[in-house]
């Protein structure tokens, strides 16, 4: 079960399950390792990810604006810049034989909004994946922690190298659950900023959009960050050493 008593939480001893060897005591609740803070630097991207972010927004709107007056044809080049760019860094990805998941995703948003922009004639449809994918992604993370899932867990659990054994944790569990509530609120706030952007044809507002959700996900992974320490205890062993539920320890 997922769900234990706040003093059985402090009756456990759990630095006692946590196996020889296993290197430095990670922090608890009120930790803040080098290790414990990679999940964040991996989460945000960098720098690249930050381009990868912003740019492709910006290079649509920034062609379409400029040949938009003269060229009938305006949109068409402005589609070709953004799956360009967004050809390159998945390019970019694959020449440095990093994984390109996250590039291969950002091109399949841009190519769908290619075809919305095309079919409607406008340029602000292309941004209406955008949407879709924030509802969309929204609604999954509700769904994982209603059937104790939590989306955070699967993403964050092999990054801090522990895989899936978090799920066998309970208050590790309820960490997760507790911080993927916070993407639920991204998600859904990143949905709400676009939306009468895409009504009024606000170009350049859906522009700087990129650069404002960069802001935000950095953001929202700092407060899930601490949303998660919060519901530590401060004699768990940490994210790292997951540990068994304490009431089957014995068996």
Same mark, same amino acid.
């Given at each position: 079960?997922?769900?234990?008593?706040?003093?059985?939480?402090?009756?456990?001893?759990?630095?006692?399950?946590? %196996?020889?060897?296993?290197?430095?005591?990670?922090?608890?609740?009120?930790?803040?390792?080098?290790?414990?803070?990679? %999940?964040?630097?991996?989460?945000?991207? $960098?720098?690249?990810?930050? =381009?990868?972010?912003?740019?492709?927004? &910006?290079?649509?709107?920034?062609?379409?604006?400029?040949?938009?007056?003269?060229?009938?044809?305006?949109?068409?080049?402005?589609?070709?810049? @953004?799956?360009? =760019?967004? @050809? !390159?860094? $998945?390019?970019?990805?694959? =020449?440095?034989?990093? *994984?390109?998941?996250?590039?291969?995703?950002?091109?399949?948003?841009?190519?769908?909004?290619?075809?919305?922009?095309?079919?409607?004639?406008?340029?602000?449809? !292309?941004?209406?994946?955008?949407? #879709?994918?924030?509802?969309?992604?929204? /609604?999954?993370? &509700?769904?994982?922690?209603?059937? *104790?899932?939590?989306?955070?867990?699967?993403?964050?659990?092999?990054?801090?190298?522990?895989?899936?054994?978090?799920?066998?944790? %309970?208050?590790?569990?309820? @960490?997760?659950?507790?911080?993927?509530? &916070?993407?639920?609120?991204?998600? /859904?706030?990143?949905?709400?900023?676009?939306?009468? !952007?895409?009504?009024?044809?606000?170009?350049?507002?859906? @522009?700087?959009?990129?650069?404002?959700?960069?802001? #935000? &996900?950095?953001?929202?992974? =700092? $407060?899930?960050?601490?949303?998660?320490?919060?519901?530590?205890?401060?004699?768990?062993?940490?994210? *790292?050493?997951?540990?068994?539920? %304490?009431?089957?320890?014995?068996?």
């Amino acid at each position: 079960m997922l769900h234990a008593s706040a003093g059985e939480h402090r009756s456990f001893n759990y630095r006692a399950v946590v %196996p020889a060897g296993s290197g430095p005591e990670p922090s608890g609740a009120s930790g803040s390792s080098a290790d414990d803070r990679q %999940p964040i630097k991996t989460l945000i991207g $960098g720098p690249r990810g930050a =381009l990868e972010s912003i740019l492709p927004p &910006v290079v649509f709107v920034a062609v379409y604006s400029a040949l938009s007056s003269s060229n009938q044809d305006a949109l068409t080049y402005a589609i070709v810049a @953004a799956l360009v =760019l967004a @050809a !390159f860094f $998945g390019g970019w990805r694959l =020449l440095e034989r990093k *994984r390109p998941t996250h590039v291969i995703g950002a091109i399949a948003v841009v190519a769908l909004g290619a075809y919305f922009a095309g079919r409607t004639g406008s340029p602000a449809a !292309f941004f209406w994946p955008r949407v #879709l994918l924030n509802v969309l992604s929204a /609604l999954a993370f &509700v769904i994982g922690n209603f059937i *104790r899932w939590p989306l955070l867990g699967v993403i964050v659990g092999p990054i801090m190298g522990t895989g899936m054994r978090w799920r066998r944790d %309970p208050v590790l569990a309820r @960490a997760y659950s507790r911080g993927s509530w &916070v993407w639920v609120l991204l998600n /859904l706030v990143r949905a709400a900023i676009l939306l009468p !952007f895409i009504a009024n044809d606000t170009l350049w507002g859906l @522009a700087a959009s990129g650069a404002l959700f960069y802001v #935000l &996900v950095i953001g929202t992974i =700092l $407060g899930s960050w601490f949303v998660m320490k919060r519901a530590i205890p401060a004699d768990h062993p940490g994210l *790292r050493h997951p540990v068994g539920d %304490p009431k089957s320890t014995d068996e």
